[in-house]
């Protein structure tokens, strides 16, 4: 499955124009070029996870909300089969989303992290608060420097301010359930 660089362009676009902000003020904002930008929401490149980061943290949306449509439902149930995947954002770590996220102080989903130790990935920080449960293999999470191992039945709480990273040393796919919340 190939990254949905067209679909995640109209959505960035679609939230730029809802908040007011042209492609150069949102370029400022995320500290990117503003040909980026335009690249971006024509669905010429696929943004990294970094830009992404960026992008939602300028408009101030969870970042799985590029990844979606509108949701509008006070209950919704994602039935199994039919959740959202959002595959290889980075290189070892798959994404299905449980919930919808747009307009929503919550991101639920699914963490699948493949095995091999990325030390390469860049480390992550957005506001909010994180939650997770291993459902299946053990996971590394790496908090401000500090690396916490969680394995089957464990779970993890932090803030999201703080710089972190998931990585997987075993030799089994780690399966967790996870929670985000939003300060926007």
Not at 18 to 23: A, I, N, P, R
Not at 65 to 72: C, I, K, P, R, Y
Not at 120 to 129: I, K, Q, V, W
Request: charged share 20%; hydrophobic share 40%.
């Amino acid at each position: 499955m190939e990254f949905p660089k067209e679909e995640v362009g109209k959505r960035i676009r679609y939230l730029r124009r809802l908040q007011g902000l042209t492609s150069e003020e949102l370029a400022r904002l995320a500290g990117v070029s503003q040909s980026m930008i335009s690249q971006i929401e024509r669905g010429q490149v696929s943004p990294s996870l970094e830009t992404l980061w960026k992008l939602s943290h300028s408009l101030k949306v969870p970042v799985f909300s590029f990844f979606e449509t509108e949701v509008s439902n006070a209950v919704t149930i994602s039935r199994a089969g039919e959740t959202n995947s959002i595959k290889r954002v980075r290189p070892n770590v798959s994404y299905q989303l449980l919930s919808p996220s747009t307009g929503k102080q919550m991101s639920f989903f699914k963490m699948i992290v493949s095995p091999g130790e990325d030390l390469d990935a860049p480390l992550m920080y957005h506001a909010g608060e994180e939650c997770g449960l291993m459902l299946a293999g053990s996971l590394s999470v790496e908090v401000e420097g500090e690396i916490h191992t969680i394995y089957e039945g464990d779970s993890i709480y932090f803030d999201s301010t703080l710089p972190h990273r998931f990585m997987n040393v075993s030799d089994e796919d780690a399966v967790a359930v996870w929670a985000m919340t939003h300060s926007f």
